[in-house]
């Protein structure tokens, strides 16, 4: 089992969660892929570096897009809140050093930009 691969406890827990096999082929080894996209978000390495013991970067990919698309991921993540009862959400908060041409331009253009992300980051977002 490599550093990144789910426990056999921690897959007894996200089995049940995935969606049941619709039409189509029979999906293989959920388990597989579910690691390789794990690997990549704890990693930060491109698709195309997934390494081969995930399968083919393409499938790993288009597993974790078809179901951030039909929302199995944030089904997931609410089933997985509610079993806890000292689930928390976090943001995660990074710090970015700016090419010093950030700080400011003739025309006023950053202006512009850094007063769009100021009125996004006053938006209160709720739950549905």
């Given at each position: 089992m490599a550093r990144f691969d789910l426990s056999d406890e921690e897959w007894a827990v996200i089995e049940p969660l995935l969606p049941q096999v619709g039409r189509g082929p029979k999906r293989k080894e959920d388990r597989k892929i579910l690691n390789g996209i794990f690997y990549i978000l704890r990693t930060g390495a491109p698709w195309r570096d997934l390494p081969e013991r995930y399968g083919p970067y393409t499938t790993v990919y288009n597993r974790y897009n078809r179901w951030g698309e039909r929302g199995v991921w944030k089904g997931i993540f609410d089933?997985?809140?509610?079993?806890?009862?000292?689930?928390?959400?976090?943001?995660?908060?990074?710090?970015?050093?700016?090419?010093?041409?950030?700080?400011?331009?003739?025309?006023?253009?950053?202006r512009k930009v850094l007063d769009a992300h100021e009125a996004v980051a006053q938006a209160k977002f709720t739950w549905p």
């Open positions: 089933a997985l809140t509610e079993e806890c009862e000292d689930s928390l959400i976090f943001i995660d908060a990074s710090i970015v050093k700016a090419h010093r041409a950030a700080s400011g331009s003739k025309k006023g253009g950053w």
